[in-house]
């Protein structure tokens, strides 16, 4: 599938048809890393990273469980 850059500003830009963005899994909003390797621009979608103090701060006394039973089940009892 071939495509056109255009200028964007002082960069230049290239438009994703909309097949080449679904099957790559990507959205308005995802963040790409961009690179060249050998003369070829790869785009990359990145993972979000979370540190710990990120996915403990939606934890409060309301949504944590009263419980966890974390005793053995099946094999583990051999």
């Known amino acids: ?37 050998d003369g070829v621009v790869r785009l990359t979608p990145t993972r979000p990273s979370y540190t710990l103090a990120d996915l403990l701060v939606g934890v409060t006394a309301e949504n944590v469980p009263d419980s966890f039973d974390d005793s053995p089940h099946g094999a583990e009892l051999l």
């Open 1 to 37: 599938m071939r495509t056109q850059i255009s200028r964007w500003g002082n960069s230049l830009a290239v438009r994703l048809p909309r097949q080449v963005a679904e099957g790559a899994g990507l959205g308005e909003g995802t963040t790409v890393e961009l690179d060249v390797v």
